[in-house]
């Protein structure tokens, strides 16, 4: 099974990332920066 880690942290699926991860930076930047971020930022582990 699939997991993705950023920053230090390992999510099963790329909506828990975002959902995790989007309070954490909604102050620092808007919604498409973020997606952004996480797109260039994001690794996918088997």
Excluded: C, H, N, R
């Excluded at 930047?29 to 088997?46: L, Q």
């Amino acid at each position: 099974m699939a997991t993705y880690k950023i920053d230090g942290a390992k999510f099963k699926s790329m909506e828990e990332l975002k959902e995790t991860l989007w309070p954490l930076y909604k102050d620092k930047m808007d919604k498409a920066a973020f997606d952004k971020y996480v797109e260039e930022k994001v690794e996918k582990t088997d």
